[in-house]
């Protein structure tokens, strides 16, 4: 009779747990590969977003005139390093608002900026990284000069090209670039496409 009562009752076995239990560990992996994933895309385009929008800022701070504390007026920008950090900055420098006569170009140049001096970092994820900068090697400068904000660049170029990488990863959907465009001052993110 006892042999009765223990045959009926109702229960999971072994092999049935453990199936379970694998079952959960292999949709956790799946979860959490798919999780780092989304943040090291979402970390790439915040750091992208934060680089266009300091731009803007550098170039619209020119434009209204801000001062830092002085009478005359200032050229801001932005630096730009490929090895080392930080690698995106926020510049100033002092500007030289009167026009001088340009023998090259046959022609009065509006006031310049002048050198400019260290910089802020900008905070931006520690494992994002610029891959490269169309034009130059190791780093460059845009600056934006009173009172229209117009550009200047020691990049190479008018049309920027930043490739900005999580990490050192190689696969091209965690690498976005960053075109800027200094004639028109239009900025633009971009995913890099494979080739």
Known sequence: MLSKKIKNRFGFTLIEVMIVVFIIALLSTAAV????RYRKISL???????????IYQARDSAKMGKTSGEDSAVC????????GGPFVSKIS????????WDKVAGGWVDGLCEEAGGGEA????DLV?????SGTSDEC??????????GSSTCGSDALEIVIAYGEEVDVSYQRIIKFD?????ANVEKLSEK
């Open 33 to 36: 590969g798919g999780y780092t």
């Open 44 to 54: 790439l385009e915040i750091a992208a977003d934060n680089i266009v929008s300091t």
């Open 76 to 83: 801001y920008g932005v630096k730009f390093k490929v090895n």
């Open 93 to 100: 420098a002092g500007f030289d608002a009167v026009k001088k």
């Open 122 to 125: 900008i905070d931006l994820d």
């Open 129 to 133: 990284v610029i891959n490269s900068i």
């Open 141 to 150: 400068e845009i600056l934006f000069a009173p009172p229209d904000g117009n």
């Open 182 to 186: 200094l004639k028109s001052g239009i």
